[in-house]
């Protein structure tokens, strides 16, 4: 399954919201750090994507590559 980084972003939203509520300290700061690492997966992902995906756009020579469909 590949990471969609507005996913990524829904899910890191979630833990945030579920941290302001979260029972203990514990609870809250295990959510936290969930809540950045999939900020973290997101902005990884856009970045290695704008990457990968430039040549697709550019030159017509990478177009029939398989990481350009």
């Not at 990471?3 to 700061?29: I, W």
């Not at 950045?36 to 040549?55: G, M, N, V």
Request: proline share 4%; hydrophobic share 40%; with cysteine.
């Amino acid at each position: 399954m590949a990471a969609d980084p507005m996913t990524c972003r829904r899910h890191a939203n979630a833990c945030l919201r579920l941290a302001e509520t979260a029972k203990t300290s514990e609870l809250s700061t295990a959510l936290l750090s969930m809540a950045q690492s999939w900020a973290r997966l997101a902005d990884d992902t856009e970045h290695y994507e704008t990457i990968l995906l430039a040549p697709c756009e550019t030159e017509p020579l990478y177009r029939s590559h398989s990481a350009c469909r």
